[in-house]
């Protein structure tokens, strides 16, 4: 599900791009292998998801058998452009598309996925110290960026497809002795063999 609100998002952007004539593309950054951190994509607006927390406004819905849990995904939006002036363009054509498009559902995104019925989207503005969190845990210097609340995408209310596999494994026997019926007289000898 949440692989599926940002592949929406970033699809719909890229939509969005086009359609005013632009070249860069909206998209995930890469991850170095070797240490771990992320690395932007050049000449690209990069979308990073970096907090999930749960929706606790819509409480919980669904049955008492099949509850419903609401999260809200927190993603920020990183112009990585060969200059400042373009990466301010790029950051203001991505606040221009979300302040035209606060929410999308099935009939302004046909491509939705069945499971997500709309994520409504909003501007977050953190504080200095706050935004300095933020660079710092993701361990490199500040870029031109923007931050959005998207929410809710609903996890559960339906029956889990998960069924644990049945497991069928060897198992050795034998058994000692003479074979009794049930009046005590011997009907067979000792045996050995493999249950499955």
């Not at 070249?23 to 000449?43: C, H, R, W, Y």
């Not at 790029?90 to 606060?102: A, D, K």
């Not at 644990?164 to 198992?171: A, E, H, L, Q």
């Amino acid at each position: 599900m949440i692989d599926e609100a940002l592949y929406l998002l970033k699809k719909q952007l890229n939509y969005y791009f086009a359609s005013v004539g632009l070249q860069e593309k909206a998209d995930f950054p890469n991850v170095d292998p070797s240490t771990g951190l992320i690395k932007f994509k050049s000449d690209t607006v990069n979308l990073l998801l970096y907090r999930i927390e749960k929706e606790t406004a819509l409480g919980q819905q669904g049955s008492p058998a099949r509850p419903t849990m609401n999260i809200n995904l927190n993603i920020l939006f990183v112009a990585n452009m060969q200059d400042y002036s373009t990466c301010m363009q790029r950051l203001s054509q991505v606040i221009q598309f979300f302040q035209t498009n606060r929410s999308l559902d099935p009939q302004k995104a046909p491509e939705m996925p069945k499971g997500l019925a709309s994520l409504e989207i909003d501007l977050v503005s953190h504080s200095l110290s706050e935004q300095t969190n933020l660079w710092l845990m993701l361990g490199i210097g500040y870029q031109p960026s923007v931050a959005y609340l998207v929410k809710t995408v609903t996890f559960g209310g339906q029956e889990a497809s998960f069924r644990p596999p049945i497991s069928t494994t060897d198992r050795k026997y034998s058994v000692s002795g003479n074979l009794l019926d049930n009046r005590g007289r011997v009907t067979g000898e000792n045996r050995s063999g493999t249950l499955s």
